[in-house]
């Protein structure tokens, strides 16, 4: 698969970034759909394409799990050349709790504070992150999807000063959930 995306200026950091993201995903599997995992930050990185033409928060996006669900740490990152502010950007839309900071409630909170921090790009990107997330959990697990959209709701609170088209959309996404009940 091909990521699709072409860039005037950069295309060849957002090469690399899709790169890097798909070796380090390997051969993990989208969980309900089990297609390759590199389709979802593929998918991400389409999306923050869609509002901006940053390169580096294009690169993010497709790095934005890679600190989350691989073995990459932070400062690799940093070293093998996406430099600190790409870094930084995967670093704000990365969730912070573990499973030793408590239940679901407690550790959801702690990310919720972390993302509340996150710049304009790394907010941007969490709402492309959630927009692409929402589609699979509402096809195919109505379950989870309750509890999901409730901390949806609660994060669309501080993403705010991410792209407002995005904010819209997972907005838009949110309400019309919460009508169809």
């Known amino acids: ?87 930084d950007l995967v670093m704000e839309v990365t969730d912070v709790s573990r499973p030793e900071d408590g239940n679901r409630t407690i550790r959801k909170a702690l990310d919720l504070e972390h993302l509340a921090k996150a710049s304009s790009l790394g907010q941007t990107i969490k709402l492309a992150d959630l927009i692409h997330n929402t589609e699979s959990i509402m096809a195919y697990d109505q379950g989870f999807a309750r509890l999901y959209m409730k901390e949806k709701k609660a994060l669309l609170e501080v993403l705010k000063g991410g792209d407002p088209t995005l904010y819209a959309q997972a907005a838009q996404i949110v309400e019309e959930y919460y009508n169809d009940r």
Do not use: W
């Open 1 to 87: 698969m091909s990521h699709g995306i072409k860039h005037t200026r950069s295309q060849s950091l957002i090469d690399y970034a899709y790169r890097f993201a798909k070796t380090r995903h390997g051969d993990q599997k989208r969980k309900y759909t089990h297609e390759p995992y590199i389709n979802h930050p593929v998918a991400v990185a389409r999306i923050v394409a869609s509002v901006t033409d940053d390169c580096e928060a294009i690169s993010a996006a497709f790095l934005h799990d890679v600190l989350e669900d691989t073995e990459t740490e932070y400062e690799e990152l940093c070293r093998c050349g996406f430099g600190r502010n790409i870094a």
